[in-house]
């Protein structure tokens, strides 16, 4: 569907920027929000690792804002991960409301966040791609750069479609 909306070939890479923008909503990079210079070291720096991207709504339209210290494969997975939610129309448990009336979407459940995980990496790595390149013996690693995506993500995606033990059954040594 995805791939479809965006014109692409059934199984390639997908930009998830084009599926955002697709999406109607709006990417914005941390690095260009203004933010004070002691507020952007806190949260490249300081507090790096601890966000990946956050999700705000105003009225019906969402913009994701990724923490652009973060590897493009991270970012990557990230952003798909965000419009995961934003697809599934999760409505999480509690939302911040800043002083202009923006929402920041945050505490969704486990289950959400699972969902999201699992649509996020479903669209980046469509499971009859992966078959396909696994099927002609590709290493996990060139899939994972095929797709632009980090080898754990890659490997856990081949696990949990079942790509692996199909290939396994279908090619024994
Ligand atoms: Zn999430």
Request: charged residues 20%; proline residues 5%.
């Amino acid at each position: 569907m995805a791939r479809i909306a965006l014109g692409l070939r059934p199984n390639a890479p997908l930009n998830p920027w084009a599926y955002a923008n697709h999406l109607n909503v709006i990417v914005l990079e941390l690095a260009k929000l203004g933010l004070p210079d002691k507020a952007m070291r806190q949260l490249t720096a300081v507090d790096g690792e601890s966000w990946s991207a956050m999700t705000i709504q105003n009225d019906d339209r969402f913009a994701i804002v990724i923490n652009s210290s973060h590897a493009l494969t991270r970012q990557r997975s990230n952003l798909m991960h965000e419009l995961a939610h934003v697809e599934l129309r999760h409505v999480p448990a509690r939302v911040e409301v800043s002083d202009t009336g923006l929402l920041l979407l945050s505490d969704f459940s486990d289950e959400q966040e699972q969902e999201a995980d699992w649509l996020g990496a479903a669209i980046l790595l469509p499971r009859d791609g992966l078959a396909q390149l696994r099927a002609s013996r590709t290493p996990a690693t060139e899939i994972a750069t095929y797709y632009g995506v980090s080898e754990s993500l890659c490997g856990w995606r081949l696990r949990m479609t079942g790509v692996d033990v199909q290939m396994r059954r279908a090619y024994p040594r």
